[in-house]
């Protein structure tokens, strides 16, 4: 009999994929583990295995389209059976979830399982498919053409039964997911029972412009992440100034020395270190806040941003903590080339617990940098630069490092921010201590 | 000029073409000496006389077919069927043959026929004279439907449908005949085309379809809840067919929901149609399935209490808008 191939859900924060393109043609026999087709996710590019053997009898979803979670996107079975009772759109799409959910890894800490599993705030598990959402078809359009995610709103709908329907969209949209639909029912007959105030309703009208560019799925993750990250997540910043003239020292003599082997630390990758052994040492800010409860990180899994053309990627060194700092250089070396040449593994861009983001390189001396959620903390670096301080009474110059510490107060407090942060300062300071 | 009731704007349109083109004529029962049970054709027969203005013995099929005949002659009969109740009588004569002579005698010879008509119900008629039968015309190929509302239309749309070259249903309202309203001056020669829906009332919340007498009480059922800061926008269809799907789509794409009201049952209807057509052309758009609300499905009681439960009054049409909004989180429970 045939069956439907639903797009799978690739990564945790997928909500959609585009076939990037078809690896297998309609009427080729395929056999269980065959690469079919590659998928975009938000993040990365995936390969999609055949589950079962048979004959790719149609495509539903061709090269350069998308197509929700659970929606199918081909047909294999026998060969001469009749598809014509399967489309695009008509996905029952109940397996899409159950098949590569979370599983994507052998679970690394059990708090960062719990991560890798949590939806979106205050939902309840997301519904596997497109199809069992429920939200009538004026509120989906709106929310896909504003990139919003429907599932956060699943079942609290203020239509029959929680369907979400279009107020619920216009407020979220009008006041940040935040807005409580259908909460307080106002008493019937009340002339105030009509709710949707009035800014909720003014469509915003697009802004002039030369051209309009659709945005690449990669670059709607990040923009959807980062709103959902400022508009959800509680952040102060904590700032101080790092003398970084030892570190600078110590680098430079382990390159001399590991030149030969092809080895070479960025001022990065003691950074990185420094925070992986800080967030050892304060077990009291390495958690994470999620739907209401604190999560224990045990190894720490730095995330380093990465500036791309096309948008950011954050992929992850883990168990950063437990890594020398030779091996480290060389993790972080490859994840950053991959990144940019588009091969990260899906696993490699999840599960971090902290993030270090640093924009030294182009010349910014300061900056704040917005939380990767549910991650506790981001480290804002900016450049080394020669300025004159007090030492002792004396005005000397040193080379001094500014970072901002983003935090999320809800995992941890000011106390315990500024704890770390002071570490990772006498980390910084006495590198030597890097290194034992 | 003001103040011209329904009626008289259905008389000043007869009388207008009946001077303008001599090949009109009107023919039905007691429109002559009697001037009409609804004296819509008061002093026409006293202005133009037995040959233009003839009264028929009550036979119902006779008459049309007569009309029928003249039509495929040459001349433009206007028929009026006392109530629409009675017009069953003579379906053949405007199914199977008004509709489709034009087809079956390829193209050759037309029936530009008008049969006037008052649908409507209210008055304790009882089952066999309280019936808006509309639908069962605007289901058939051939032919074409209006119900106009106000008397601008009636007038406008009757100037129209006689000068049409296919055979026109032209449905009145008993309830409608006293309603008042402005007209143009007589010279103007003034029209409104058949298939076209006008938006009687602009709204951003709720779009509601309704023909004939059905609009006003659409129209007093916008004016409620807008004490609820909801707006309601109103179309009427004027035209059953040809039907105006696309100003209907194009309000219901900018209100995201749609309420058909008729006066009529709503199995089959109006209401059937235009949610299919809705469904199709708006379903990205819609916030709820479309709504439709009619008469009871049953023949029309005698009794008063209940002849009142089995119209689609403002109040039944005020319910399913409530319920409607209410599942779009609109409103409170209705």
């Known amino acids: ?22 690896l297998v043609h309609e009427g080729d026999a395929v056999h269980e583990g065959d690469v079919l087709a590659e998928i975009e996710t938000d993040k990365a590019t995936m390969e999609l ?5 048979g004959v790719l009898l149609r495509i539903l979803v061709q090269d350069g389209e998308a197509a929700e979670l659970g929606a199918p996107i081909a047909v294999v079975g026998a060969e001469g059976e009749d598809v014509s009772g399967f489309s695009a759109a008509s996905g029952n799409g109940d397996a899409a979830a159950a098949d590569g959910a979370g599983e994507t890894e052998a679970a690394p800490p059990a708090a960062s399982e719990a991560v890798a599993a949590a939806p979106a705030p205050d939902a309840p598990a997301p519904p596997a498919g497109g199809g069992t959402l429920k939200a009538s078809p004026v509120a989906r359009r709106m929310a896909s053409d504003a990139g919003f995610d429907l599932r956060g709103l699943a079942g609290k709908g203020s239509g029959p039964d929680g369907r979400i329907v279009r107020v619920d969209v216009e407020r979220a949209l009008a006041g940040g997911a935040s807005a409580a639909p259908a909460a307080a029912a106002p008493p019937a007959q009340a002339p105030a029972s009509a709710p949707a105030p009035a800014p909720a309703r003014a469509a915003a009208a697009p802004p002039e412009a030369d051209t309009v560019i659709e945005p690449s799925p990669m670059l709607k993750a990040v923009a959807r992440r980062m709103s959902e990250s400022k508009a959800q997540v509680p952040h102060f910043y904590l700032q101080c100034e790092i003398d970084m003239a030892k570190a600078l020292a110590l680098r430079e003599e382990l390159n001399a020395e590991l030149a ?31 739907d209401g409860k604190l999560y224990q990180h045990g190894a720490a899994h730095v995330g380093v941003a990465v500036a791309l053309d096309e948008g950011l990627i954050v992929p992850v060194i883990r168990n950063a903590d437990s890594l020398p700092l030779r091996e480290l250089a060389v993790v972080a070396r490859d994840l950053v080339a991959r990144a940019r040449s588009g091969s990260l593994r899906q696993q490699e861009i999840e599960g971090g617990t902290f993030s270090v983001s640093n924009l030294g390189m182009l010349g910014i001396t300061s900056f704040q940098a917005i939380i990767n959620p549910p991650e506790p903390g981001i480290l804002a670096v900016g450049s080394v630069v020669e300025r004159a301080t007090g030492v002792g009474g004396q005005v000397v110059v040193r080379p001094l490092m500014t970072v901002n510490l983003s935090v999320d107060h809800r995992a941890a407090s000011g106390a315990d921010g500024a704890r770390l942060l002071q570490t990772v300062t006498r980390y910084l300071e006495h590198p030597l201590l890097l290194l034992v | 000029m003001a103040g011209v009731t329904y009626r008289e704007a259905l008389r000043r349109a007869l009388d207008e073409e009946l001077a303008r083109d001599d090949k009109v004529f009107l023919m039905g029962e007691e429109i002559g000496r009697f001037e009409g049970s609804y004296k819509v054709t008061a002093g026409l027969y006293a202005k133009y006389g037995p040959r233009r203005v003839r009264e028929t013995p009550i036979a ?28 069953l009588v003579a379906m053949d004569m405007v199914v199977n043959h008004a509709a489709k002579v034009r087809q079956m005698f390829g193209g050759k010879v037309g029936v530009p026929l008008v049969i006037r008509t008052p649908a409507g119900a209210g008055a304790q008629l009882t089952a066999q004279h309280s019936q808006s039968l509309e639908v069962m015309f605007a289901h058939t190929p051939g032919l074409k439907v209006v119900a106009p509302s106000t008397p601008l239309d009636a007038y406008g749309l009757l100037k129209s449908a006689i000068r049409d070259d296919d055979p026109v249903l032209f449905v009145e309202n008993l309830v409608l005949y006293n309603v008042n309203g402005a007209l143009p001056e007589p010279g103007d020669d003034f029209t409104v085309p058949i298939g076209r829906a006008q938006v009687v009332r602009e709204g951003r919340d709720l779009t509601i379809v309704a023909h004939s007498y059905t609009v006003r009480r659409a129209l007093t059922v916008a004016d409620r809840l807008s004490q609820h800061d909801i707006e309601v926008e109103v179309v009427d269809l004027r035209s059953l067919r040809p039907l105006d799907a696309e100003t209907v789509i194009e309000s219901v794409k900018k209100t995201s929901r749609a309420l ?13 149609e235009l949610a299919a057509r809705i469904s199709r052309e708006c379903f990205d758009d819609l916030d709820a399935p479309v709504e439709r609300v009619g008469g009871a499905e049953a023949p029309m009681p005698y009794s008063k209490p209940l002849e009142l439960a089995a119209l689609t009054l403002e109040d039944k049409i005020e319910k399913a808008a409530r319920g409607l909004l209410a599942d779009c989180g609109l409103l409170a429970e209705a």
Request: proline content about 3%; glycine content about 10%; hydrophobic content about 45%.
């Open chain 1, 1 to 22: 009999m045939a069956e439907e191939i639903v797009m799978p859900r690739l990564s945790d924060t997928m909500e959609r994929g585009t076939i990037a393109r078809w």
């Open chain 1, 49 to 53: 295995n055949a589950y079962s053997d």
């Open chain 1, 260 to 290: 030969d082997e092809g080895v070479k630390l960025t001022v990065n990758d003691l950074i990185v270190r420094a925070c992986a052994l800080a967030l050892r040492d304060h077990p009291q800010f390495h958690r994470s806040w999620i």
């Open chain 2, 60 to 87: 119902e099929e006779g008459f049309v077919g007569a009309g029928v005949g003249a039509a495929m002659l040459g001349l433009r009969p206007v028929v009026e069927i006392m109530t629409i109740n009675f017009i």
């Open chain 2, 260 to 272: 058909v009201a008729e006066e009529g049952w709503a199995t089959y209807g109006v209401g059937a």
